[in-house]
């Protein structure tokens, strides 16, 4: 499968991005409804991590109703590897006081297959969450132009 070479950007065009990025942001977070689909975060995600050059992990808090509390990126890599902690993941979502999570992280080689390596940290984190009552709803996995639910293939 040929990997995609990470998109390169005019400074007109990474301000537009960022334009996107902050009008999402001011949707995705308003108090308004709940994430009904993993599909009412694609856009934001993608945009957030899409360009990356790095890897990234970040957590999507929720309210009770799956509303956004608050986005935080908690850990960055290198182009191919990255150290994810479940304990700072359950320690933020804590002091959110959130009802549930979604976990993103992104592949800068382009290709979102999730490695042995995620599957793992998932389960892991999965089980930590649910300890505290902490619902994990879904992990993405964002590439240059395509985002990974595990939810969406049942790995959730």
């Not at 934001?44 to 808090?61: A, S």
């Not at 850990?75 to 479940?86: D, K, R, S, Y």
């Not at 999570?101 to 999730?114: A, M, Q």
């Amino acid at each position: 499968m040929p990997v995609a070479a990470p998109l390169t950007y005019t400074e007109d065009e990474e301000f537009l991005i960022q334009e996107a990025i902050n009008i999402l942001e001011r949707h995705v977070f308003k108090t308004g409804p709940a994430l009904e689909s993993p599909g009412d975060v694609y856009r934001f995600l993608q945009l957030k991590l899409g360009r990356e050059d790095h890897e990234v992990f970040g957590v999507l808090f929720l309210d009770t109703r799956h509303r956004v509390l608050a986005f935080e990126t908690l850990f960055h890599g290198t182009i191919n590897a990255l150290n994810v902690h479940p304990r700072r993941i359950v320690q933020r979502a804590l002091e959110h006081n959130c009802a549930a999570v979604i976990l993103v992280h992104n592949h800068p080689s382009g290709v979102t297959t999730p490695s042995s390596t995620d599957r793992q940290s998932l389960i892991k984190i999965k089980h930590l969450l649910a300890e505290m009552d902490i619902q994990l709803l879904d992990e993405f996995i964002v590439g240059h132009s395509d985002v990974y639910s595990f939810a969406e293939h049942g790995l959730i």
